[in-house]
């Protein structure tokens, strides 16, 4: 399968622990999204990349929260200190990166803070 | 500032019947609109975009959506209903910006009855 693909699938911690999630995008993909998706809501926009380059944060995203893509493939998203509130859908979604381009969605990782 | 409204979060329809799912956007440009459908335990799938050619867009699945400007509308159809379009639907509109993020709607979910 050539999809986005995302690790782990579902991740339940301990209030006040970090948590780290890993995105693949489909290969030759520049641009690179994270999307959170609260129970009963559409997802929500925290973040993208352009290669390996972070170029826009959503408000959503608290000094809590760290993305990176080092050499412009994988991506990471890290959550320090977890709250209640982080539990939610992490969404990953990649694009060619023209502005025309489709964003293709990977099946997310499911975090429960308990 | 763009956003879209859909008007219906649940939706009934018997199994052969008519699909409608009402959408309503608010832009200060010409959107691009789109419908992605995210079954349980699978990623958001792309139906269909509409990108300011053909008023009328026809999708995968046998599902279309007409834009209507004067209305402010773009609203999802589909002639007749099969059990495996049971699922929740987005209608979604991209930002004009940089980061060509998507806002999402609150989703419908559809009910297909036998």
């Known amino acids: 399968d050539t999809g986005v693909s995302q690790n782990p699938r579902h991740k339940i911690t301990k209030r006040g622990q970090n948590v780290t999630f890993r995105c693949d995008p489909i290969?030759?993909?520049?641009?690179l999204y994270w999307y959170r998706q609260t129970l009963g809501q559409g997802p929500e926009f925290l973040t993208y990349f352009q290669n390996e380059a972070q170029l826009e944060k959503s408000r959503l995203l608290s000094d809590r929260f760290s993305a990176e893509r080092p050499k412009g493939s994988f991506s990471t998203l890290e959550i320090q200190r977890t709250e209640q509130g982080d539990s939610a859908m992490y969404l990953c979604a990649s694009s060619l990166g023209e502005y025309t381009d489709t964003q293709y969605f990977g099946p997310g990782t499911r975090l429960t803070v308990l | 500032a763009q956003s879209v409204t859909q008007l219906d979060s649940h939706v009934s329809v018997s199994e052969g019947t008519p699909v409608l799912l009402r959408c309503n956007y608010s832009?200060?440009?010409?959107?691009?609109l789109f419908w992605y459908v995210q079954h349980p335990n699978k990623g958001l799938q792309l139906l269909l975009k509409y990108t300011s050619a053909a008023t009328l867009v026809k999708g995968i699945n046998g599902f279309e959506a007409e834009f209507k400007k004067s209305e402010t509308s773009f609203h999802l159809t589909k002639p007749s209903a099969h059990m495996s379009d049971a699922a929740e639907y987005f209608c979604v509109v991209r930002s004009p910006s940089g980061a060509n993020n998507l806002f999402f709607g609150t989703g419908t979910r559809l009910t297909v009855i036998p």
């Open positions: 832009s200060s440009y010409s959107p691009s």
């Open positions: 290969s030759e993909h520049n641009r």
